[in-house]
């Protein structure tokens, strides 16, 4: 069952890496009180800084929520961190749900045109796991929405 792309180790991103230190500096603290700040592992931002890896996308989750920051700001993709919050936040798997049914069709038929196979959605509403970066980003182009609508964190369907 694919959870992650074939090629997935640990994606890294200059841009994002810069991000990150960038927020800390705006922070003006350290890494560690960084971490603690956004509620994840030293680690991550150690990681984040020092090699430029892309953390999980629970993670990734909790440093937007945190700051009030978008996706594509926090894995500056743009400097424009034009964001707006829901006051209902729901989950991956509710909002994959709806968006299938406002289409009125099939997992089966999303999934042949990723490159994913079909039974990963079931997998992830079954597990209530969330895909990689690599696969929300498909997802969310076929529906042309953003990720941060995917997961629930807004209402706004695009960036």
Not at 117 to 146: D, G, H, M, V
Request: glycine letters at 2%; hydrophobic letters at 35%; aromatic letters at 12%.
């Amino acid at each position: 069952m694919a959870r992650f792309p074939d090629e997935y180790k640990q994606r890294t991103s200059l841009a994002f890496q810069k991000r990150i230190l960038e927020l800390i500096d705006e922070q003006n603290c350290s890494k560690k009180n960084f971490a603690l700040l956004v509620k994840v592992n030293k680690e991550v931002i150690t990681r984040a800084t020092v090699y430029a890896i892309i953390p999980s996308v629970r993670s990734l989750i909790k440093i937007a929520d945190s700051l009030d920051l978008s996706f594509p700001y926090l894995l500056g993709e743009t400097d424009e961190n034009i964001f707006y919050k829901t006051d209902n936040p729901t989950t991956f798997h509710i909002r994959i749900e709806e968006l299938r049914k406002e289409r009125k069709t099939k997992y089966s038929i999303i999934a042949a045109k990723m490159s994913f196979q079909k039974n990963s959605f079931y997998e992830w509403l079954r597990t209530k796991s969330i895909p990689c970066l690599e696969y929300l980003e498909e997802i969310a182009k076929y529906f042309s929405i953003s990720i941060d609508y995917l997961l629930g964190r807004t209402d706004e369907r695009k960036n």
